[in-house]
Structure formats: structure tokens, C-alpha cells
């Protein structure tokens, strides 16, 4: 992350009956786009990681950004709708080294 800048790790929910895992990994991809560009063009975010969770209909995505309200321009700019978004805290992933 740029230093200087301030950044939360949020996860934001999404739940869409009726939708395959095709369209889950579309949705999914359309939010990394939007987050990739808004970083491009200067904004503080950054797209992590989505799961998406086909039994459920749904899939999380984790992003990092300086503020929730950047995090909701992702997703206007998506064209995709987020059920809930809640700051989380992320631990190491399986098989680092300390």
C-alpha cells in the first residue's frame, strides 16, 4: 500500500438467488475492473480477493481502500449492487513462512 495513506480492509457481501456461479464470477470480475480502475486513475482501492459461494448464490470480495465510500464507488461504477459491507481484518495465509 502507498504509505501516507490511511487503508481498511473491507468484505462486501453479495447475495443473488437465482444466479449461477458463471454469473457470480462475472459479477465478481466486473468489481476487481471497477476497483482496478478507479486505481489507475488515482483512487485509493484495491481489489484482494472474491469467493464465490455457488450453494448460497452468492460470493464476498475483500477490498482495501481509504474510505467505505470508496469502496461504494467501486461498486456504482461496477453496476453491481452489494448487500453489506463491514471492515474485516485479515490474517497471514496458509504456508507463510513468519
Same mark, same amino acid.
Request: proline content about 4%; hydrophobic content about 40%.
Given at each position: ?12 457481501? +453479495? ?10 464470477? #462475472?459479477?465478481? =470480475?466486473?468489481? #476487481? !475492473? ?5 486505481? +489507475? ?14 450453494? !448460497? ?19 456504482? +461504477?461496477?453496476?453491481?449492487?452489494? !448487500? ?5 481484518? =485479515?490474517?497471514? #495465509? ?5
Amino acid at each position: 500500500m502507498t504509505s501516507g495513506r490511511s487503508w481498511s480492509t473491507y468484505l462486501v457481501e +453479495h447475495y443473488q438467488p437465482g444466479v449461477t456461479a458463471e454469473e457470480l464470477e #462475472r459479477s465478481a =470480475t466486473a468489481v #476487481r !475492473d471497477a476497483a482496478l480502475a478507479l486505481e +489507475h486513475a488515482g483512487q485509493p482501492t484495491r481489489f484482494v480477493s472474491s469467493t464465490i459461494v455457488p450453494a !448460497d448464490e452468492s460470493f464476498l470480495c475483500l477490498l482495501q481502500a481509504s474510505s467505505e465510500r470508496l469502496v461504494r464507488e467501486t461498486y456504482a +461504477h461496477a453496476g453491481i449492487a452489494c !448487500d453489506r459491507i463491514s471492515i474485516a481484518i =485479515t490474517t497471514a #495465509r496458509g504456508g507463510e513462512q513468519p
